[in-house]
């Protein structure tokens, strides 16, 4: 972590609330890119780093809500931990994906305070999200990579009829 990102207070840095629209412009990237999870901050930077990196992003969610009540930083800090347990697997550019669309709406709205159970709530949505996009981006990437061999009128591929006429050439020279 230390030599890819530098010190913990650099990879607070790198990966600040305004990556957020990057990761929504990317959204492939932010799930398969090499961004390291909640975990391997925990393990890189320790607990209170990846604490300290998720209360940054809820910080932002409370400026960003035209809400009365904000989230104290108490509750800031027990939903990021939460998060970390829930979620541990999750990188931190998916979790900047996932803030951005909460602030888009897109899980719909705070009324009247930034509530951490709308936020978990929410988070429960994206994964349900992250499920089907993964799914389809690894469904695209299996397509590229075998694409299906095109015939006319259900014969064979010319690479198909290749390797039964080299067959064939092979039995009629042995017998």
Not at 133 to 161: D, F, L, M, N, V
Request: glycine letters at 6%.
């Amino acid at each position: 972590m230390c030599t890819r990102y530098g010190n913990a207070e650099k990879f607070l840095n790198t990966f600040n609330p305004d990556m957020q629209v990057m990761a929504a412009r990317y959204a492939e990237r932010a799930y398969f890119g090499t961004a390291p999870s909640l975990e391997t901050v925990c393990l890189g930077y320790g607990e209170q780093t990846a604490i300290v990196w998720n209360c940054i992003q809820l910080e932002n969610i409370n400026l960003f809500a035209g809400v009365k009540e904000k989230m104290p930083v108490s509750r800031q800090k027990e939903l990021s931990r939460l998060i970390g347990v829930e979620y541990p697997y999750l990188k931190v550019t998916e979790l900047l994906l996932f803030f951005h669309r909460l602030k888009c709406g897109r899980y719909g709205r705070f009324y009247g305070m930034v509530d951490a159970l709308f936020i978990t709530s929410a988070l429960v949505q994206f994964m349900e999200e992250r499920r089907a996009e993964t799914k389809r981006y690894q469904a695209a990437h299996e397509k590229e990579e075998k694409p299906e061999k095109k015939t006319a009128s259900g014969g064979i591929s010319y690479e198909e009829y290749l390797l039964l006429k080299e067959k064939r050439q092979k039995q009629d020279n042995h017998g």
